[in-house]
């Protein structure tokens, strides 16, 4: 049994021995062999050409790293703290911070100083469904290359549109069964919209035909409006005497209505009042305007009598202007989004939840002047 174990551990040593020497002469062979042969040019290897054309579509992932200056490459990182900074930004440096934005569109190749021929000032902005597309189209034509279109596309239709050649310039929002002012709220942010002078937020069923918005621009920088819309032609659509046209001037800001209606004559809906199917912003009163909705109430009933909130004094700085006035068509497009429930049709759902945001939003509006009085020692 001993012998046996010795042989076993000789022929284990043995066949180690054999391995090592055999790696050794396998290591100097193939030296002397890569000596021997000239370098092999990849220029003489022929390839097929699909796959060069897809070697050269594939970038050099190291290439980017070897392109970079020695400013970029830099590891050390100086200590900031900015505070004045908007907020979340407190760590970078002022130069490097961009805290607006716009709805301008890019290229993706060549020069960023040469993308655009023209920016833009004003921003028009529609709540829509394909039904519509014929008179939005109608709309769209009276805005000079002055304003950029966005489209919210209430139904998903959002292709069809590329019937017309302005659509292709247009931002398209496409979210299901949502209102402008859903929209507004989260995509009409002041910091994103702060490279247009005005904001229009309309709807889709208005006539246009007597109307010019380059001429509507004058008008409201001429007379100091903040917050307006065109007048309503006479008994259509019409629910407040405020936003019916007049047609001896240009533009009114103050009105008479029922008996016992308007507690002040500047206070609304006899002035400083707009409704909300048309309404135009300067980007300071949007800004304030935008943070005044909310998120849960979607219709904006009840918004019309708080926008005299965003500027000062309301009753000179919103008005209607007369001279550039439209058509409200009524078309109850946006009710019939709704669902029917409890036997009723989907218009009436919607209707109802509409008077039950005016006044939720009442209520929230009392309750926020009685905290902050209360808060500086005011309340009662």
Not at 266 to 279: D, K, Q, T, W
Request: aromatic fraction near 12%; hydrophobic fraction near 35%.
């Amino acid at each position: 049994m001993g012998t046996m174990h010795r042989s076993g551990v000789f022929k284990k040593t043995n066949d180690s021995a054999r391995l090592i020497i055999t790696t050794i002469l396998g290591v100097v062979f193939g030296f002397f062999i890569g000596v021997s042969f000239p370098s092999v040019s990849f220029n003489k290897i022929h390839l097929p050409s699909s796959l060069i054309s897809s070697l050269e579509a594939v970038p050099d992932d190291n290439s980017y790293l070897r392109d970079r200056s020695p400013e970029i490459t830099q590891t050390e990182v100086p200590k900031i703290y900015v505070p004045t900074n908007p907020r979340g930004a407190e760590l970078l440096p002022p130069g490097i911070v961009v805290s607006e934005s716009d709805f301008y569109l890019r290229r993706l190749w060549g020069e960023p100083s040469e993308d655009l021929k023209k920016k833009p000032k004003y921003l028009v902005t529609f709540t829509v469904g394909i039904e519509q597309r014929n008179n939005i189209d109608k709309c769209v034509k009276k805005f000079s290359e002055d304003f950029q279109i966005l489209l919210f596309h209430y139904d998903g239709h959002t292709t069809e549109w590329d019937q017309f050649e302005w659509s292709k310039n247009a931002i398209h929002v496409s979210v299901k069964k949502q209102t402008k002012w859903w929209y507004a709220k989260r995509f009409l942010h002041p910091d994103v919209v702060a490279a247009y002078e005005y904001i229009f937020i309309w709807d889709e069923d208005l006539g246009v035909e007597h109307f010019n918005a380059d001429r509507y621009i004058e008008l409201v920088k001429k007379h100091g409006l903040d917050i307006s819309q065109p007048g309503l032609e006479p008994n259509n659509g019409l629910t407040w005497q405020m936003t019916k046209r007049r047609g001896d001037q240009e533009v009114h800001k103050v009105t008479e209505e029922k008996p016992g209606w308007c507690s002040d004559p500047l206070l609304p809906p006899c002035a400083a009042f707009v409704e909300i199917m048309a309404p135009v912003f300067s980007r300071e009163a949007w800004r304030c305007v935008w943070h005044m909705i909310q998120n849960d109430l979607v219709h904006g009933w009840g918004l019309d009598f708080a926008l005299r909130r965003c500027v000062e004094p309301a009753h000179e700085k919103i008005g209607v202007v007369d001279s550039q006035w439209i058509i409200h068509q009524v078309i109850p497009s946006l009710g019939n989004q709704g669902n029917s429930e409890g036997g009723k049709a989907p218009w009436e759902g919607v209707r109802a939840r509409c008077k039950n945001e005016w006044s939720m939003f009442q209520n929230r509006l009392a309750s926020a002047d009685k905290a902050y009085l209360a808060r500086i020692g005011k309340g009662s």
